[in-house]
């Protein structure tokens, strides 16, 4: 076997290994405690964001109050998401590394979809701007409505029927 001497050193080793041990998982948790602080920080962040739209949205109108709502909702689920990738690297189900770059690209994506919000906030602004689009919404239903015989067919029988129906109700009534 081996001697007194190489014994003593491998206990030596082994020690050191736990050692080793202990202190990555200490790093580990002190990671995975950091990110899940900033994970709450970033909540707690939202929900202060939330409370301030509503202050701020106080007589500005229903419109302005729904887009800032419409907006609150893309952080919401913005910060689901990397809550659930933060549950994914606690699991051990993702690497530190890949946990990093998918929150990187959720707030890449975050940036884009609140921009894109903005320019559809733009464009309907432009749109509902413009009155002729108005007048051409009203005829258009005026003559989809004009077109639909069926239906005002149906309206006036039933409401003739349920004329008859009530007279006749109150005949025998009475």
């Known amino acids: 076997g081996i001697n007194a001497l190489q014994q003593k050193r491998l206990e030596g080793l082994a020690v050191e290994l736990d050692s080793l041990k202990q202190l990555k998982q200490a790093n580990e948790d ?23 739209i509503e202050l701020s949205g106080a007589g500005s109108g229903d419109k302005l109050k729904e887009r800032l709502q419409a907006d609150l909702e893309i952080q919401q689920e913005h910060d689901k998401q990397v809550s659930d990738l933060f549950k994914q690297r606690n699991a051990g189900d993702i690497s530190q590394e890949l946990y ?3 929150t990187e690209l959720l707030s890449e994506a975050l940036a884009e979809r609140m921009v894109i919000q903005q ?33 005002q ?20 009534t009475t």
């Open 30 to 52: 002190a990671a995975k405690l950091a990110a899940f602080g900033a994970t709450l920080k970033d909540t707690n962040q939202t929900i202060r964001q939330g409370y301030r």
């Open 100 to 102: 990093e770059q998918e």
């Open 119 to 151: 320019d559809y906030y733009n464009q309907l602004d432009a749109a509902q701007s413009n009155w002729m689009d108005g007048v051409g919404d009203a005829w258009n239903n005026y003559l989809d409505q004009s077109r639909d015989i069926s239906g």
């Open 153 to 172: 067919t149906k309206d006036m029988f039933t409401d003739a029927f349920s004329g008859m129906n009530d007279a006749l109700y109150n005949f025998v």
